[in-house]
């Protein structure tokens, strides 16, 4: 008998980053005064939670096309949270470390979801 191993969510790589990225941002976000945290921080988290939220629901889609659609949102989301973290560096609401950290994790995600894209496309049949 043929032990398959069936990928889990949380052995995709792209989702393992975009998630923990999520939640340093909330981190992050949440130390932030109310009116900075309602009118910008809300946009910044949003777009950031985005991410693993797409990839989760791609993931758990059954045709390869509709996986594939979800993993490709994320490339606007990629480049929304990258447009919120240079506001939030610029408006002086982040740490040097902490945009670099957020803006480093940003920078690994577009080679991530194009792998899981290959990866989608090689692997599933319909």
Known sequence: MINKKY????DVRAYVIAFQLSNYVW???AKWDWFVKK????????A???????????FFRY???EK???????????????????????RGLLTNEQ???IFQELQKLPQ???????????????
């Not at 009118?39 to 949003?46: D, K, P, V």
């Not at 993993?71 to 560096?89: H, P, Q, V």
């Not at 991530?112 to 319909?126: M, P």
């Open 68 to 90: 594939v659609q979800f993993y490709r949102y994320n490339f606007g989301s990629i480049g929304e949270s990258l447009d919120w973290n240079e506001k939030a560096k610029r």
């Open 99 to 101: 945009y670099n950290h």
């Open 63 to 65: 045709f390869k096309k």
């Open 48 to 58: 950031v939670d985005s991410i693993s939220a797409n990839i989760a629901e791609g």
């Open 39 to 46: 009118s910008f921080g809300s946009q910044f988290t949003r």
């Open 7 to 10: 990928l889990k969510l949380n």
């Open 27 to 29: 981190d992050v976000v």
């Open 112 to 126: 991530e979801v194009h792998h899981l894209i290959r990866f989608t496309n090689e692997k599933l049949s319909k």
